[in-house]
């Protein structure tokens, strides 16, 4: 450390002997060292921890595969070997930490919908893959999900490879797979799950009563139908909700019904009459009497199996749906290319994390970012939403209608595209939503949680405010709403509510009295909301690539490109470490399903103001 002389600002070099033997100047120098060591230490122990961590993740990646899974590249007589156990993601993430359990320090597949439907393409006309090969027990994930796989799976079999299951147990989602399989195994002591459909919606109402809370809500005029607010003053659902979830379960559970019984010639009464009874649960026997699996096998019997289609003496040479898709080298070499851009999550303002939700400012980014690219032809939008906020759809929605205007903008509606994810469809020149799609919900709230009673009598906390205004303090949450402020957080919702009609009117070339009609917060199933006007065709991603492709005229010169950008790996590498992220992926591990109440209550203090949202709470089973 260097002391500058007081008077010239300078140190002379016959000084230092002199500054040296100062007491004082020991000490702060010794002081000065000991701080610069500890500094360079702890420097060096973040880097050298870093790059152990990253050693060791990228090792653990680099070994990424199951029991089942044999090869990395694929190899003359290989098997593709599926195990979808997990919520399946719109788009696989380049984040080397979302595969991996924190608490088993285990890893697993996790590829999403894009690569998994890219791999059973690729796989018909790849002369090293002779069939494919599913472990299939329960599949965490959304209808219109599995019905995108389900149906490329139907177009693999016209390749006449093979197509194997085999579970433990099938859950209801899992055999909806299964049952277009050449063979369905199912171990002799499992169970196949077939019970209908049921929606759970969880309601806060008693709890609230129990610790004094308040929920100030105005919904849009007449929308009966928006439920997502009924948890917190209603105990059950009323009777505009059990309307709409009873047609729209019915909706879905006949899709369900209908893909079963085609593919295993197995009539639709005798499907209910299965469900009704629950007979084939926990009774393997019945499964195979009622014909909805071909053998009670153990796995060892159906690895022979596969050996004798593969023509295996030895292992079977299986590759996983990760390895599988990074083999994979796209060498189209096109300038013109059609962008998919994914929005897949809550709708939230301002900057925020990709992967977990819609961010307004993220989003119209990477929208605009597409526009003024002069490579990119065509945009399709890839919507996977229940919505949320209604300033930061609007937001977005600006950004698309400007995109509009230059290029195509085609919409591909996922499992939701609902409510805020409706607004951002709602003027794309087409829109394809999957029969299962849950979509509409052509509506709004506010709510604002009046948490006084809790706060003055349950924590024993008062407060009190000096203000400027009669109204400065408008919002808070130590006190209600008064009868001024509650008007205009109604007139709010009114405007919002009649901007959105009118967004969907224009959008889809309808009045907005009708619009009206099939609105006030009503959710539709993509089946049904094509016969209403709200959709324009039933079909999945590669459709609406293929009408994006046909609107911009590009006939086979193109290439189809993804959107936003992913992270490079250190980036993803320092972001994972966010402890806040690890925390909460590991109490999602722990518990379970239970993880959904306490997302419901976390939503509750992210989602206050003028939303455009589905019940983030609902479980369909």
Known sequence: MLLLHPKFNYIESNDFDKLNKHPKNRIVMKFSKVLLAAFLGTLIALVVNFFIKVGVVTSM?????????????PQPNSVLYMKLNYDIPDRTTDNPFSSINFNTMETKDMTGLNDILRNIERAKTDANIKGIYMELSSIPTSTATLQEIRNKLIEFKESGKFLVTYGESYSQSAYYIASIADKIYLNPEGALDLHGMASQITFYKHLFDKLDIEMQIVRGPNNRFKSAVEPYFLDKMSEANREQMDKLLGTVWGQILLGISQSRNISVEQLNHIADNLDTYFNADKALEYGLVDNLYFKDQVLEELKGLTGSNKDINAIGNGKYAKSYKDKNASKNEVAIIYASGQIFDGKGDEETAIYSENLSKTIRKAREDENVKAVVLRVNSPGGSAVASAIIGRELDLTKQVKPVIVSMGNYAASGGYWISAKADYIFADPTTLTGSIGVFGTIPNLQGFLNDKVGLTFDVAKTNENADFGTLSQPLTEFQYSKLQEMVVKTYNDFTGRVAEGRGLTQTYVDSIGQGRVWAGADAIEIGLVDQLG??????????????????????????????????????????????????????????????????????????????????
């Open 540 to 621: 999945d991603l590669e459709d609406a690539i293929a009408y994006a492709v046909q609107k911009a005229e590009l006939g086979n010169d193109y290439k189809v490109t993804e959107w936003p950008k992913q992270k490079d790996f250190f980036t993803r590498m320092m972001e994972s470490m966010n402890e806040s992220d690890k925390l909460d992926a590991a109490m999602k591990q722990k518990m379970g399903v239970y993880y959904d109440y306490l997302q419901g209550l976390d939503n509750l203090q992210k989602n206050t103001g003028i939303q455009a949202r589905l019940p983030f709470d609902m479980i369909i089973e």
């Open 61 to 73: 990646i680099s070994s990424l595969s199951t029991e089942t899974e044999t090869i990395s590249k």
